[in-house]
């Protein structure tokens, strides 16, 4: 079983940015993909972006390519995402998951991942 912790959340204003991260308890952290999705109220998950077991490929959504970054560091079991150049439409509850799926074309769905995180909120002000 991997426990998942999310942080970084916060209140930031537009143009602003953030860092989130995202601590894994599993030993084994470098064999999973990971991947970042988030919530908005009303809203459905919406794949944020993921990166492979090295870190050497990752993938985005549409809506933050170019203003996010996602990256890991497997000696300290953690993902990030740095979030550049915030939108009010980036508000919303941001999970952390990871997935044992080695298909890339996988990687953006919700039903891909095994391991969710609580969530951290992110607000963006305008």
């Known amino acids: 079983q991997v426990q998942l912790v999310e942080s970084g959340g916060g209140l930031v204003q537009a143009g602003g940015s953030l860092r989130l991260s995202c601590v894994a308890s599993e030993r084994t952290f470098s064999s999973y993909v990971m991947g970042w999705f988030r919530q908005a109220p009303g809203k459905e998950r919406e794949f944020v972006a993921a990166?492979?077991?090295?870190?050497?490929?990752?993938n985005y959504g549409d809506s933050v390519k170019g203003r996010f970054t996602i990256s890991r560091d497997n000696a300290k079991n953690t993902v990030y995402l740095q979030m550049m150049s915030l939108k009010p439409e980036d508000t919303a509850v941001y999970y952390c998951?990871?997935?044992?799926?080695?298909?890339?074309?996988?990687?953006?769905?919700?039903?891909?991942?095994?391991?969710w995180g609580q969530g951290t909120q992110v607000t963006v002000s305008s």
């Open positions: 998951a990871a997935t044992t799926r080695g298909h890339e074309s996988s990687w953006t769905r919700v039903s891909a991942y095994n391991y």
């Open positions: 990166v492979s077991w090295s870190g050497g490929r990752t």
